[in-house]
């Protein structure tokens, strides 16, 4: 453990005190005692603390007491669907930083593919091996390490408040790194990690098209297995949270065999 007194700036009663040896704390969500036993013991002495839950109900709980930094979710819980579990999470405070993997005995692409369209970053079927699960456990807190260094590097430092004239109309986009939150004509969005990270990009160089590797390679890093229906997928909802706004807008738009770019034509209001 390391304690810092703080000079200068501080005030003198601020200590920081920092852990050397914390442990990523992992919540699994798994109602079958075999298989959650044996995940536990590979987390474990991989240098994770895992967190055990049977139930939807119990993971809830958990995860308002304490954020993991990341959740193993089970599809086929025996109270809750995982992916409704999945949409709960994200709905607490912090959910949305959260990464979340789907472990399931089903296989079907279509469950795959509605998992990543939730916002996932992950879709294991059973029977799998545990040492993969904790190697793609680890990839996915690499990954989303980076992204959250980049945004909070990228952002701006003390960045003066903007009034906005009280008569004038809300911009068509308005990106607020700090909190990692966009608006749409004066909405909030409420997007998932991923939605952020792809949308931020689109908005920073409109016009610009992005094609789906460059997309993967920025947002999702490039040491994972994502693959181009990942991104295909978080368009996808990316659109329908924009036509919640703009019903009669397409903003992002898809050069087939290329990627996509967000439009320069959008009306400066909406009625």
Known sequence: MTVTQHHGKYPKNIITITSMALKPRILLVEDESGI??????????????????????????????????????DVGLP??????????LQALPG????????????????????GLEL????????????????????????????????IAASAPVAPPPVTPPAASAPAIWLLDEERRQI?????????SRFEYGV?????????????????????????NDSFDRTVD???????????LVAPALEP???????GYALSESLPESIS
């Not at 109270?79 to 709960?88: I, P, V």
């Not at 916002?119 to 545990?130: E, R």
């Not at 004066?186 to 997007?191: A, D, Q």
């Open 183 to 191: 608006r749409f004509y004066g909405r909030l969005l409420e997007l």
């Open 199 to 223: 949308l931020r990009l689109l908005v920073q160089k409109p016009g610009r098209v992005f094609t789906r590797d460059e997309l993967l390679l920025t947002v999702w890093g490039g040491d």
């Open 233 to 243: 997928a978080h368009i996808k909802t990316l659109r329908a949270k924009l036509k």
């Open 95 to 114: 959910g949305n930083l959260v990464p979340m993997v789907f472990l399931t005995a089903r296989s079907d692409e279509i469950d795959r593919v509605v």
């Open 79 to 88: 109270d809750l669907n995982g992916f409704e579990l999945f949409r709960r």
């Open 252 to 258: 992002i738009r898809t050069l087939r065999g290329t």
């Open 36 to 73: 959650a036993d044996t995940l536990q013991y590979v987390l474990t002495t991989d240098g994770f603390t895992p967190v055990w839950c049977s139930t939807a109900e119990e993971a809830i709980r958990q995860f308002q007491a304490e954020p993991p930094a990341l959740a193993v979710l």
């Open 119 to 150: 916002g996932a970053d992950d879709y294991i079927a059973k029977p799998f091996s545990p040492r993969e699960l904790v190697a793609r456990v680890r990839t996915i807190l690499r990954r989303s390490n980076r992204l959250n260094g980049a």
